[in-house]
């Protein structure tokens, strides 16, 4: 079956870099889109971005000077890159399958911005 | 840019009832990519609807979807327990290119 696992940093510093990967199993990262979405704690969800294996991208306009969403097909995964974070990028960072009407999620990691 | 607001913000019933939850959009979507999600305390959204008014994989079919333009609806029709969520709906095929509802809680 279809299942996404994110990983990296718990803790990031503020104005630091934001970096973590979602590895996919069960599915080729080749021909389907591929999604991040974030929820800051107790609150909604916030589309980041996504992009397609072929590499080609689409930005939240929030978001869009800081984030980059790259693929490796080589490795089944994809990354994402938020620079020059603050508080308000603490949130729980979901991978998803798609770029919307997404079936496939993560279990989505907790990432805090603080000192 | 297309907003979504869905209403009411918290919805209170009782299992056995009927919910219905609204999602407006501040310019017309296309149908084929509005989709409901139902998300429990902790865990990641699941995808109920898509396309407006296609049931996911293993959705039970008291959930329902329907509408068009910028008024979608998503329908339970007897409340079970594990129904008391939240619900997001999600457009992905205007611009921006994908966003979210600010969510409709549904508690007893």
């Known amino acids: 079956q279809v299942q996404l696992q994110e990983s990296g940093p718990g803790l990031v510093k503020p104005s630091e870099t934001l970096s973590l990967t979602c590895t996919v199993s069960g599915s080729s990262i080749s021909s389907y889109y591929w999604s991040w979405i974030r929820q800051p704690p107790g609150k909604g969800l916030e589309w980041v971005g996504y992009i397609y294996s072929s590499g080609s991208t689409n930005y939240n306009p929030s978001l869009k000077s800081r984030v980059t969403i790259s693929v490796d097909t080589s490795k089944n995964h994809l990354s994402l890159n938020l620079t020059s974070v603050t508080a308000a990028d603490t949130a729980i960072y979901y991978c998803?399958?798609?770029?919307?009407?997404?079936?496939?999620w993560g279990q989505g990691t907790l990432v805090t911005v603080s000192s | 840019e297309t907003v979504l607001t869905q209403s009411p913000g918290t919805l209170s019933l009782s299992p056995g009832e009927r919910a219905t939850l609204s999602c407006r959009a501040s310019?017309?979507?296309?149908?084929?990519?509005l989709a409901w999600y139902q998300q429990i305390p902790g865990q990641a959204p699941r995808l109920l609807i898509y396309?407006?008014?296609n049931r996911a994989t293993g959705i039970p079919d008291r959930f329902s979807g329907s509408g068009s333009g910028t008024d979608f609806t998503l329908t339970i029709s007897r409340l079970e327990p594990e129904d008391f969520a939240v619900y997001y709906c999600q457009q992905y095929g205007g611009s921006p290119p994908c966003s979210f509802g600010q969510g409709t809680k549904l508690e007893i």
């Open positions: 396309g407006a008014s």
């Open positions: 310019q017309s979507v296309d149908s084929s990519y």
């Open positions: 998803a399958r798609g770029r919307g009407g997404s079936h496939y």
